[in-house]
């Protein structure tokens, strides 16, 4: 990822300067809390693939950077809101906004930055993108409240809960590169290819924070460790053991997912029946497929340096660690 980083360094450098100047509000509280949330980190994933989609499609402009701001706000809107539903305590490692400034604070900073991104995308007068991140934005309503009636069903099959992702998570991702692809003119399979590698790699990236969720440290992944399991979510782990298990391992899970907190001893033994029946490697593995499909729709384009790091990050969401 550091040539990545490195091809794209003084757009990020720009796109953080978008940032402050779209967060920009004579209300302080706004403020305070957005450069709060952008200042503690993220990958950046969304941005770097508009930035890297645009130059693929051979863009020379600089609507580029305002637009991959305002994925980035759209994202961190929804990261506002899921907080507060989730009544989540830490986001990348620190204090979430919520448990800073209080629930109505953080949904009104959110309700702010959506507000904010609808009014860059008509500055920028493009209809077509302005109904690609308009019909993402509302499908990420719809797989946020997918996942919410989803809450401890233990009969959420593989195929529902992709559908899940697919909306709540990887609709973004793949609008990103598709707006990457309509500012440089592409059109009908090479504007699909560029789409189709965002939704692979979004749903992909999903499915390795549900592993991550098990497996990873507190202090690497920036939360606490379960916090899916404690809000009922089912994820792909949890899916793959009960298609897996027996009735009386199944009646054990329905009694923990119930719980309105977990113990100590519960996540113990989800986390011991995931690695009995392989449940994160079976989870990274169908992430793996996912990503080799997204480097399969970049075939279509050229070899360049553009292209290659597109693949970069194809295996970079497959193989962190955070």
């Not at 504007?191 to 507190?218: C, H, N, P, T, W």
Request: net charge negative.
């Amino acid at each position: 990822m550091e040539r990545v980083l490195g091809l794209l360094e003084a757009d990020l450098k720009l796109v953080e300067e978008q940032f402050k100047r779209d967060l920009d509000s004579e209300v302080y509280l706004i403020r305070k809390v957005g450069e709060y949330v952008f200042a503690s980190g993220g990958k950046r994933i969304r941005p770097m693939l508009l930035l890297l989609s645009a130059r693929l499609a051979g863009y020379q402009g600089d609507r580029n950077i305002g637009l991959a701001s305002v994925v980035e706000f759209i994202h961190t809107a929804t990261l506002l809101h899921d907080d507060v539903v989730d009544s989540a305590v830490l986001r990348r490692g620190h204090e979430s906004a919520n448990a800073l400034w209080g629930n109505e604070a953080s949904v009104l900073v959110g309700d702010f930055l959506f507000a904010k991104s609808f009014s860059i995308m008509v500055r920028v007068g493009n209809l077509e993108i302005l109904q690609n991140l308009s019909d993402a934005t509302t499908q990420m309503a719809e797989g946020e409240v997918l996942q919410l009636i989803s809450t401890c069903d233990l009969d959420l099959d593989e195929t529902r809960y992709l559908n899940v992702i697919e909306n709540k998570t990887a609709v973004l991702i793949s609008a990103a590169c598709r707006v990457g692809a309509v500012l440089g003119g592409l059109v009908g399979a090479e504007k699909e290819a560029l789409s189709r590698y965002g939704m692979a790699i979004g749903i992909a990236f999903q499915l390795m924070d549900d592993a991550l969720d098990y497996v990873s440290d507190e202090a690497d992944f920036g939360k606490v460790k379960g916090h899916d399991l404690e809000e009922g979510k089912m994820t792909l782990p949890l899916i793959h053991v009960l298609r897996q298990c027996g009735g009386d391992e199944r009646a054990l899970i329905a009694d923990i997912v119930e719980k309105e907190l977990l113990e100590d001893d519960d996540l113990k033994l989800i986390i011991s029946l995931i690695h009995k029946y392989d449940g994160i490697g079976y989870t990274r593995n169908r992430a793996a497929e996912l990503a080799l499909e997204a480097k399969h729709h970049l075939q279509l384009f050229p070899p360049s340096e553009v292209r290659d790091a597109l693949e970069i990050i194809a295996d970079y969401v497959v193989s962190r660690r955070k």
